[in-house]
């Protein structure tokens, strides 16, 4: 079948489902089935059409058929489970993708059966655990490396193959919840496993796998769990629509939802994932602001493809101990920013993502998906020789700051250095530890994580698979979704308390996600009215640019706290925004009855007044602002403003020809040419016209060089031919010199 024929087919079959039209999708899939001539899809086909061709004639009988609505949707989950090995024979058979390929490549070599290689990695288990238990003290020998080498080729195995497995039998499903129950396998090759159904869960749809993650979702082992929680989430977003049609699968939610711990752990989870969600503005922010100020600021600082947020602390901490960086005009900024970065590192923000990608690029040990998401193991092959040979290492191995794929990028780093260079650094950090009453070699490792730190650290590493692999499977990304995870109904029950609302709308609101925080602060208020919830779901609408609305919030959160100026102040703004000036006056006259000698606000009531032609009320707030202002010049140029728009030609000249002879701008010469032409002197109006071309820059005025204040001009007497003389006589004037 061509391939345009086929994605036409695939395309009418998924779109059918999807809207529950069983009838077109059933005639979509009898192309696609007989095109691909596997005679198990098209023997499910028939077995389909033939039971719904049956209730069909039932119906048509008039029949009472009280299953008939199970019956229907029984048969539409198995349409889409057709499609579904459809859809992954042809992409086997056509082998482009990774999946095909490393696929097609176990069949070859007889290795497609995961659970021999899981049966494999026990017997490992058990021949290391016996060789070590009749010769303890020998840690590196040959057997030892023997056994290990071994026991990475079989993770690869189980990984590859589970990941690119079809869906589960019954059988299978057992077989890997007995693999974790197992004592003899690490925990890392559970965890691995967890990770390889996840895998393939994001990539085909699968019941069987989806349940064994949320079985193992409440595992006492803390990594089986963390990836079992982290696993099952990801896959319902992934598959949100497509399992309305399982409630047994709502129902199994439900039944955590039960339990406390859980409830708590999705919590931090769902912090979690929206917080990976900023690891790219962090990686812009590092890359596009701290790192280009820093090398404005520190002399000799050149960029470096991999500077991440540990070199730049480095570096700031020079600057800010050095006296002479005093007088710098970059530190205050930059000691800001970085005091930024830390706190969001704090709340477990990704800051390292990108000093080690460049080194992920570098290593044939990430060439290999399983190694990206197998936790770390200082006795890895990789990794073992140089944790032995460099004490040091294993501080900062043994640090949850760090995500396992991370460590081994650290690891593989140190490997690769030649043998002179960081011995002394070597050495400098081995005694600083020392230093603290700490046996470098006595370090504990990272196997006691809480589970909170666990789930950070896992959530990092799946964030560099999907974005950082050579061969990711982009399509498959669940960082993609949205991960707001109140938008999906069985999870949003478990997280729509008050205090876990307020925690998430205070995150989203810190990060700056307005979208996102207004329904929840909306739904605050409705539950608990207070000025803080109204306060803050206008501010929402007001950065969403929805004037109206947040005037509305900030007008609640005024009737609730009638004496906050936060609130008149923003409402005035919103009131401004929409031209609704006469309460914007009356705002600003609540917050003058209590800061009456603030310069901005009675400015923004004179001009608030001027649009409402309540001039005198606007002169008397102009001269009070210029009383207690003068130097800035802002409120004279208001009052010669105003006094151009009221006629007061005489003032306005005089008011402009102090701010003439002081800095002016562009505009300054061209209102000034305004009250000259207005009060009859032609000339001065042309020379300060031609004066404000020359502060702008410009040669000749442009054909809209009065079009700005044309509705002024002819409200004062100027007619449009006056605006075209004008122009020809300042342009005369410019070409003049």
């Given amino acids: 079948m061509e391939q345009h024929t086929y994605e036409a087919l695939r395309k009418e079959a998924r779109t059918a489902l999807d ?22 899809n098209i023997s499910a086909l028939g077995e389909i059409k033939e039971a719904y061709g ?15 609505e199970a019956m229907y ?3 539409v989950r ?9 859809e992954r024979d042809r992409e086997l058979h056509e082998a482009r993708s990774r999946y095909a390929t490393v696929r097609v490549t176990l069949d070859r070599l007889g290795q497609a059966d995961w659970t021999v290689a899981a049966r494999r990695l026990v017997e490992n288990a058990e021949a290391l655990a016996a060789f070590r238990h009749a010769r303890p003290a020998d840690k590196g020998s040959n057997r030892v490396r023997s056994l290990r080498e071994e026991h990475v080729r079989l993770y690869r195995t189980l990984f590859e193959a589970l990941a690119t497995g079809a869906p589960w039998t019954p059988a299978e499903a057992e077989a890997a919840a007995a693999f974790l129950s197992e004592a003899a396998p690490a925990v890392a090759d559970k965890g691995l496993l967890v990770s390889a159904v996840t895998l393939a869960l994001l990539h085909v749809f699968d019941v069987r796998k989806l349940a064994f993650l ?11 769990r963390v990836r079992a929680q982290v696993g099952a989430v990801l896959c319902y977003v992934r598959h949100a629509r497509r ?6 699968v709502e129902a199994r939610v439900v039944l955590l939802g039960d339990d406390a711990t859980f409830r708590a752990e999705l919590l931090t989870m769902q912090l ?5 969600l900023e690891t790219k503005k962090i990686e812009k922010n590092l890359r596009e602001d701290i790192i280009p100020e820093m090398m404005r600021g520190v002399p000799g600082m050149k960029p470096g493809k991999s500077l991440g947020l540990d070199e730049a602390t480095a570096r700031f901490s020079e600057l800010a101990a050095n006296p002479e960086w005093d007088k710098n005009e970059h530190l205050e900024r930059l000691e800001q920013k970085m005091h930024e970065l830390a706190e969001m590192q704090a709340r477990g923000a990704d800051v390292f993502m990108g000093s080690f990608a460049v080194l992920k690029q570098r290593f044939p040990f990430f060439e290999v998906g399983a190694n990206w998401l197998y936790p770390f193991d200082e006795e890895h092959p990789a990794v073992s020789d140089v944790l032995r040979g460099k004490p040091f290492a294993k501080f900062i191995t043994a640090n949850d700051g760090l995500c396992s794929s991370d460590k081994y990028s650290f690891c593989l780093m140190l490997s690769h250095m030649p043998d002179g260079m960081g011995g002394a650094a070597s050495d400098q950090l081995t005694e600083a530890i020392r230093s603290q009453g700490i046996e470098p070699d006595n370090l504990p490792g990272a196997a006691g994580a809480s589970a909170e730190a666990e789930r950070r650290m896992y959530i990092q590493d799946l964030y560099r698979f999907f974005k950082l692999y050579r061969h990711r499977p982009v399509a498959d990304d669940p960082f993609r979704l949205n991960l707001l995870l109140t938008d999906y109904a069985p999870l949003r029950r478990f997280l729509s308390d008050d205090d876990t609302l307020r925690q998430l709308a205070a995150f989203l609101f810190r990060e700056e996600s307005y979208m996102q925080a207004l329904p929840f602060y909306e739904e605050l208020a409705r539950r608990v009215p207070e000025a803080e919830w109204f306060q803050k779901a206008g501010y929402c609408h007001h950065a969403l640019k929805d004037y109206a609305a947040a005037a509305d919030a900030y007008e609640k959160a005024n009737l609730l706290k009638p004496d906050s100026a936060w609130t008149l102040g923003r409402l005035a703004t919103c009131y401004r925004r929409l031209g609704r000036w006469a309460d914007a006056v009356a705002c600003y006259a609540e917050l003058e009855a209590v800061r009456p000698d603030d310069t901005r606000l009675l400015l923004l ?14 002169f008397a707030r102009l001269y009070k602002a210029d009383y207690l202002d003068h130097e800035s010049g802002t409120a004279l140029r208001a009052l010669a403003w105003c006094s151009l728009l009221t006629g007061k030609n005489e003032q306005a000249a005089r008011y402009y020809a102090q701010i003439v002879d002081g800095q002016p701008t562009a505009d300054d010469y061209l209102n000034a040419g305004h009250a000259a032409w207005l009060r009859g002197d032609v000339g001065a109006a042309v020379e300060l016209y031609r004066l404000s071309l020359k502060a702008a820059g410009k040669p000749l005025a442009p054909t809209d060089f009065f079009d700005a204040d044309a509705d002024v001009l002819h409200r004062l007497g100027k007619t449009p031919t006056d605006l075209h003389l004008m122009l020809d006589l300042v342009n005369r004037a410019a070409a003049a010199g």
């Fill in 272 to 276: 979690q994932l929206l917080m990976s």
């Fill in 243 to 248: 399992l309305e049609l399982y409630p047994e």
């Fill in 54 to 68: 049956m209730m069909l004639d039932y119906m048509e009988r008039g029949s009472a058929d009280p299953g008939r």
């Fill in 214 to 224: 949320l079985d193992h979702s409440l595992s006492s082992c803390v990594p089986v």
């Fill in 605 to 618: 009531a004179a001009d608030s007044l001027i649009r409402l032609e309540r001039y005198d009320e606007a």
């Fill in 78 to 86: 198995r349409a889409g489970e057709l499609l579904d090995r459809v």
């Fill in 19 to 40: 809207a529950g039209r069983l009838g077109d999708a059933l005639h979509a899939l009898e192309g696609l089935t007989g095109a691909g001539g596997q005679w198990d």
């Fill in 73 to 75: 949707t029984d048969f």
